[in-house]
T-cell receptor
Framework: RKEVEQDPGPFNVPEGATVAFNCTYS??????FFWYRQDCRKEPKLLMS???SGNEDGRFTAQLNRASQYISLLIRDSKLSDSATYLC????????????FGGGTRLMVKP | NAGVTQTPKFQVLKTGQSMTLQCAQD?????MYWYRQDPGMGLRLIYY???????DKGEVPNGYNVSRLNKREFSLRLESAAPSQTSVYFC???????????????FGPGTRLTVL
């Protein structure tokens, strides 16, 4: 299994829809997980951190399933401004604090 | 508080030319990183510096050198640029997440490099 695997999409959804992305990871020892958002031609920006079973921030919910080694990101009531690429990030399997970035899932929210 | 800054924003080089990408952070972070991002691929770590005075290779270090000039600055040098080094380069710095062995990383705006 790749260290971090994401469906590249694109996910095309109408405004107001609920959409969910999954991300699988191979490092069973990972304790912390992150979702980053990357707009076209911009730098990645931290969206959410996940340390236990999950985290919620407004319309965004991140959930962790340690047994199956995946994390998910749920976006409710999608806005046009949510259109971006969402990167799943987990600690790498090498020693140290290195992070491994998934290839990203592209979301396009249509009017 | 500017966060992480990078210069230049854009650069075009000819094969064999050299250049240095500059990165600075004003968040007093110990760790700094250089990544490259190619279309359709995730971020790949080139080099990192866990603290001032130390540097280590990442996943794709060949063709690059780095210097951690001080706590604020971490530069990336291409000695002899090749077309395969055409990419977007991101610098990042990080802060430990309390109670974990993981850092949260913050990125600069990137340098778009084209090697002809």
């Amino acid at each position: 299994r790749k260290e971090v695997e994401q469906d590249p999409g694109p996910f095309n959804v109408p405004e107001g829809a609920t959409v969910a992305f999954n991300c699988t990871y191979s490092n069973s020892a990972s304790q912390s997980f992150f979702w980053y958002r990357q707009d076209c031609r911009k730098e990645p920006k931290l969206l959410m951190s996940v340390y236990s079973s999950g985290n919620e921030d407004g319309r965004f919910t991140a959930q962790l399933n340690r047994a199956s080694q995946y994390i998910s990101l749920l976006i409710r009531d999608s806005k046009l401004s949510d259109s971006a690429t969402y990167l799943c990030v987990v600690p790498g399997e090498d020693a140290g604090n290195m992070l491994t970035f998934g290839g990203g899932t592209r979301l396009m929210v249509k009017p | 508080n500017a966060g992480v800054t990078q210069t230049p924003k854009f650069q075009v080089l000819k094969t064999g030319q050299s250049m240095t990408l500059q990165c600075a952070q004003d968040m007093n972070h110990n760790s700094m990183y250089w990544y490259r991002q190619d279309p359709g691929m995730g971020l790949r770590l080139i080099y990192y510096s866990a603290s001032e005075g130390t540097t280590d290779k990442g996943e794709v270090p060949n063709g690059y050198n780095v210097s951690r000039l001080n706590k604020r600055e971490f530069s990336l040098r291409l000695e002899s640029a090749a077309p395969s080094q055409t990419s977007v380069y991101f610098c990042a710095s990080s802060v430990p997440v309390a109670g974990t062995s993981t850092d949260t990383q913050y990125f600069g705006p990137g340098t778009r490099l084209t090697v002809l």
